[in-house]
């Protein structure tokens, strides 16, 4: 599995920030928002439960989450990028939402002994991440007995396949060019090598299996294009 430069990471998430929420929305024509729906409604977070947001970026997933666990339970986001991570705390401050906990934090530091959640969730983190392996294991960690994660990020199709060109020709010839007007295709460019180093449906599943999640399930959604891995542990 290909190791990532974590400051290389990191410089990417800080630079883009203030046109993240901007550019994805338009990048996704607003789809993303439904995906993120559709992965909290396959968790099925309840009131009462404690939650993390891996990877949050601008917070997202731990918005949707909030909504269902509050009032009796928890949502923390966390993320390593300390200007992502101020976009989704003045997103908080903005609608006066004082119950989402914001943490700066490398998630391979987070101590096991100390953080024990209900549910994991993480959208687009997982690809990013220096070792999704170590990633996936990380979660195992962190989750209490019965816990349950969920994933969102690309598809990695078979080369090739439809799924594979249409994604292929949608980054080049879509998301590398708007980008461009925003100083960003560097960054932006960044995503299509991620989704090649990153395991396909079936690999993701034999992983975790591996490390002892007892339920696993990946199904693709838009046309192949993205991907949710459903663990339980
Ligand atoms: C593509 S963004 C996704 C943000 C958000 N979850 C979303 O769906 O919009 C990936 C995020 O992962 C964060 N990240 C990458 N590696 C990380 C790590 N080891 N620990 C914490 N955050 C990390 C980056 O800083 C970035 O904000």
Redesign the pocket.
């Known amino acids: 599995m290909k190791y990532k430069k974590?400051n290389e990471?990191?410089t990417?998430?800080?630079k883009i920030?203030y046109s993240?929420?901007f550019l994805?929305s338009l990048l996704s024509l607003g789809l993303?928002k439904h995906w993120?729906n559709q992965l909290v409604d396959l968790l099925k977070p309840i009131d009462g439960e404690n939650w993390a947001?891996?990877?949050?970026?601008?917070?997202?997933?731990s918005f949707l989450i909030f909504n269902k666990v509050w009032p009796n339970g928890s949502i923390t986001g966390?993320?390593?990028?300390k200007g992502?991570?101020n976009i989704a705390k003045e997103r908080s401050k903005l609608i006066g939402n004082k119950f989402i906990s914001w943490e700066m934090?490398?998630?391979?530091?987070i101590d096991e002994n100390l953080k024990i959640y209900d549910g994991i969730c993480?959208?687009?983190?997982l690809?990013?991440?220096?070792n999704v392996e170590e990633?996936l294991r990380k979660v195992f960690n962190l989750l209490s007995e019965n816990g349950r994660a969920g994933f969102?990020d690309f598809n990695h199709s078979r080369i090739n396949s439809p799924a594979d060109i249409f994604q292929k020709i949608y980054l080049r010839v879509v998301v590398v060019p708007i980008s461009r007007i925003f100083k960003l295709s560097k960054e932006y460019s960044y995503i299509e090598k991620s989704i090649q180093n990153f395991p396909k449906g079936n690999k993701l599943m034999e992983i975790a299996k591996g490390l002892g999640f007892k339920k696993v399930e990946y199904r693709t959604i838009f046309f192949n294009q993205m991907g949710i891995l459903i663990l339980e542990k």
């Open positions: 974590v990471v990191k990417i998430f800080n920030s993240y929420d994805n993303h993120k947001d891996l990877c949050c970026g601008t917070g997202d997933l966390i993320d390593s990028a992502i991570l934090q490398d998630i391979f530091e993480m959208s687009y983190g690809r990013n991440l220096v990633g969102l």
